[in-house]
């Protein structure tokens, strides 16, 4: 009895030891396969939750509502909608925290009457559009020149970085949820360059900072567009293109063809400038995917798998330029490779 309490009271045994090692690897094996598939789980259900399309056009669901709601009338905005701060404005329409029914909600309202028809432009594209790539429509009162959308605390992408730095979503700061994010913004240019009205063109992004304040993140963290009153139509059959605005574009955020092509010495006139279409978006996805993969751990495995992808976008001539679709195929196809060789490298640490 004596020996044994020695035994026991010096540690664990040279055969025990072993056993110890196992079955802690083990346990960190099943905790990196149980957060991937949870990983998988969240990509899989984010979209559906709240998702405008499981309800009938004109209808809505968002939070824990149970059932569809149909869209809010005038009387229903003016006698049940709580206007509480001003959280944004811009050129075309302010933007107020509100209250419906105990549901945080985002009431736009007209700036200026001359930007009317870039505002009605956008409650219109809201209407047509409804999918979980846009935010959520509630409601619209034309005679009042509002608009009810869902309210989303965290923001435009423009906070992301500030969102990250939160203690509350440190956690969610690695390049899987950012490489995510990616899909999602390019997700939604597909979305828009296939969609029920035809190929839909971003114009509203002739910088970084304006192209992200026209997107918001969600809560359970996946990106929807907000501001839709600049979507002009591309039609290739009947040669129809676009031009973003009337003045000259300068940088090289935006697309080569979007910029003066006649010189310094030739004065900018907008009837001169030749018109474009909708791979002017291709052209800014690595731009913008270069931002939502931030600086962190893996981020540069991330965009090396993308190079080739990406170098592609930037290729001086339109035509050249891959699809947003194809975009997208290569970041799932990277994604999918990298979560591959992570649970690779976790069996061979075993």
Not at 76 to 93: H, I, N, P, S, T
Not at 135 to 145: I, K, N, P, Q, R
Not at 236 to 248: D, I, L, N, P, Q
Not at 278 to 287: A, N, R, S, T, V
Request: glycine share 4%; hydrophobic share 35%; proline share 4%.
């Amino acid at each position: 009895m004596e020996r044994r309490a020695q035994v026991s009271s010096k540690g664990l045994t040279h055969q025990e030891v072993p056993r110890v090692i196992g079955l802690l690897l083990a346990t960190a094996l099943m905790n990196i396969v149980l957060y991937l598939c949870l990983d998988r789980y969240l990509v899989s259900t984010r979209h559906s939750i709240g998702d405008p399309r499981s309800c009938p056009h004109g209808y809505f669901r968002m939070g824990q509502m149970r059932n569809c709601s149909p869209w809010l009338s005038c009387e229903e905005l003016r006698a049940e909608v709580r206007q509480l701060k001003r959280v944004g404005a811009g050129a075309v329409k302010q933007v107020f925290l509100s209250e419906w029914k105990e549901h945080k909600v985002a009431l736009s309202r007209l700036t200026r009457l001359e930007m009317k028809d870039d505002f009605f432009h956008g409650l219109q594209m809201l209407k047509s559009l409804q999918s979980k790539h846009i935010v959520t429509l509630l409601g619209y009162c034309e005679d009042d020149s509002t608009i009810l959308t869902e309210y989303h605390p965290l923001g435009s992408l423009s906070n992301l970085e500030e969102t990250f730095n939160l203690s509350k979503y440190q956690n969610m700061n690695t390049w899987q949820h950012r490489l995510r994010l990616a899909m999602d913004y390019v997700g939604i240019i597909d979305y828009l360059h296939h969609s029920p009205l035809g190929t839909l063109v971003m114009c509203d992004s002739n910088d970084l900072p304006k192209t992200l304040s026209q997107y918001l993140l969600t809560s359970n963290f996946s990106i929807v567009a907000n501001d839709l009153d600049a979507l002009p139509l591309v039609n290739h059959s009947s040669r129809t293109f676009v031009k973003c605005g009337h003045r000259e574009l300068h940088g090289d955020f935006v697309a080569p063809e979007q910029l003066w092509p006649y010189g310094e010495n030739m004065p900018f006139h907008d009837d001169l400038m030749p018109s474009y279409d909708e791979k002017i978006d291709i052209w800014k996805i690595p731009d913008v995917s270069s931002f939502l993969l931030g600086h962190v751990v893996g981020s540069d495995m991330v965009r090396l798998h993308l190079f080739d992808i990406h170098k592609a976008c930037k290729s001086q001539i339109p035509a050249e330029r891959p699809t947003a679709r194809d975009v997208l195929d290569t970041y799932q196809k990277v994604s999918d490779s990298l979560r591959d060789t992570v649970m690779s490298q976790t069996r061979e640490m075993l």
